[in-house]
Nanobody
């Protein structure tokens, strides 16, 4: 059984910052890619940023230069530092990770339940 639990969401004014965390727990053998996605009201879920096990990162164009993704492999945790937030960043942010477990020895995608980020004008 694997769980991804996000934290750090909340209400912030435009121009402010938030740091999201996502911790993976359970019978984990290995974690490959980790990432953050978001879903705004009435819109489809979209990629925000990803990070490989080697530390290579990828960002969606709207967040480049403002958001930074990193991970602590020892803690099975991925972070998203969000700076210069804009009202259009308002969304539920979801954590995603490709995880291999003791029971299922192949990488499978897991999702957290999401954390709400609201940016006021």
């Amino acid at each position: 059984q694997v769980q991804l639990v996000e934290s750090g969401g909340g209400l912030v004014q435009a121009g402010g910052s938030l740091r999201l965390s996502c911790a993976a727990s359970g019978s984990i053998s290995s974690i490959n890619n980790m990432g953050w996605y978001r879903q705004a009201p009435g819109k489809q879920r979209e990629l925000v940023a990803t990070i490989t096990s080697a530390g290579s990162t990828n960002y969606a164009d709207p967040v480049k230069g403002r958001f930074t993704i990193n991970r602590d492999k020892a803690k099975n945790t991925v972070y998203l530092q969000m700076n210069s937030l804009k009202p259009e960043d308002t969304a539920v942010y979801y954590c995603n990770a490709d995880i291999k477990t003791i029971v299922i020895p192949v990488y499978m995608p897991y999702w957290g339940k999401g954390t709400l980020v609201t940016v006021s004008p």
